[in-house]
């Protein structure tokens, strides 16, 4: 089946004869040349619309990924305020047993036996409580290092969104100008937002 240029190209030969073929050729010329410069444009337009959708579900990705690390980030900040309010208040308490303890130890010049009873109860409890800071206190600083973790989690994640979104600014770009130098750099920069979100999961 003959291309509709060429077709009007033989028409017109019929038509009018030989003289006209060199006058139609050449304006048939322009016209397959046009039409082909507009198939690799719309086909390039095609192909950039494609990398653009791709790139919009990896941003979204990436976005899920860093807005949850935010999210745990505070969370554990949170309990680690909790816990450290509570570590505060227990020292509080055994300052004021080992204080309780000294006072019902010096307080009469012959210590009877209930005052050293009492004492030796404010000396057990201010013990226990130490212990339970001890406790409370690595409680915390775990917390404190879950949190830590979750922040470069979320610095890398945030990283990677800046690529993707330049990228797509990029890919923008390539379609307004035509440019396929472009469009393989903005692919580029995808690329490197890709491999920094990767290295995200390899962070402890």
């Known amino acids: 089946m003959l291309r509709p240029g060429v077709s009007r190209i033989v028409a017109c030969v019929r038509n009018c004869g030989p003289a006209c073929v060199g006058v139609i050729t050449v304006s048939e010329g ?8 507009e198939e690799v444009r719309s086909s390039f337009d095609r192909n950039v619309a494609v990398t653009m959708a791709i790139l919009a579900v990896l ?3 990436d976005s899920l990924f860093g807005h949850r690390a935010h999210t745990e980030e505070l969370l554990d900040q949170a309990q680690a ?12 308490r055994r300052t004021v ?3 309780g ?10 210590p009877s036996q209930a005052s050293q009873s009492t004492a030796r109860t404010f000396r057990d409890t201010a013990a226990r409580y130490e212990q339970e800071s001890k406790a409370i206190e ?4 775990e917390y404190e290092r879950d949190r ?18 330049v990228s797509l600014v990029m890919c923008s770009l390539a379609i307004l100008t035509k440019r396929r ?3 393989i750099a903005s692919g580029a920069v995808a690329l490197g937002g890709v491999l920094v979100a990767l290295t995200a999961f390899r962070l402890h």
């Open 148 to 165: 830590d973790r979750y922040q470069r989690l979320a610095n890398r994640f945030d990283l990677a969104e800046i690529f993707l979104e």
């Open 97 to 99: 047993y080992d204080v």
């Open 138 to 141: 690595d409680q915390a600083r």
């Open 59 to 61: 941003l979204a990705t």
């Open 181 to 183: 130098n472009v469009w």
């Open 101 to 110: 303890a000294e006072l019902a130890r010096l307080t009469p010049d012959t």
């Open 30 to 37: 322009d016209d397959l040349l046009k039409e082909r410069v």
């Open 81 to 92: 305020s909790d816990q450290w309010a509570y570590y505060q208040a227990k020292t509080i």
